[in-house]
């Protein structure tokens, strides 16, 4: 099965200049914990409710901080022609619980996450992702990086986009 059957196609997009409460509210109304931060029509980051809670609260922000203050700058994102099996496999080994999903043109297309998984193909690639996702991570402060996805772009690669 490849990933475009099995992602979200309806996306909210978030802009870096909105507040992080706007950011809050709009995952509370969509029920979701993350959003992509688009600009120009240019895919600049995401934001997560941790990013708001740990980068923003906890540090002291208040919630008219723009959200570029404590989005991540770095995508992962995996294409939506990528077998699905794959993809969660791969967001097992890097930790990650959704994916921005690109066509080949770098368009966002959708988000795949572990509850798309879990809906679509049932136990097995849900398993796997979050078997790696429930593995302790590196040291707390640790800088070193995740294990790497496919440098070609493929899933879990990183990108800013242009």
Do not use: W
């Amino acid at each position: 099965m490849l990933v475009r059957e099995a992602m979200t196609r309806d996306v909210k997009l978030v802009n870096p200049s909105q507040s992080i409460h706007e950011a809050a509210r709009m995952m509370a109304d969509c029920d979701v914990g993350s959003l992509p931060v688009g600009e120009n029509g240019r895919l600049v980051g995401m934001v997560t409710d941790r990013d708001i809670a740990i980068r923003g609260v906890a540090a002291g922000m208040a919630g008219e901080t723009e959200v570029r203050k404590v989005m991540s700058e770095q995508v992962k994102y995996c294409f939506d022609d990528d077998e699905l099996d794959g993809v969660a496999r791969n967001m097992g080994d890097i930790q990650l619980h959704r994916l921005v999903v690109l066509d080949h043109d770098k368009k966002m297309v959708g988000i795949i996450s572990l509850a798309d998984l879990a809906n679509r193909q049932g136990e097995r690639p849900a398993g796997q992702a979050v078997c790696g996702i429930s593995q302790p991570s590196h040291s707390p402060g640790s800088s070193a990086s995740p294990p790497a996805g496919r440098n070609s772009g493929g899933p879990g690669s990183s990108t800013q986009m242009s």
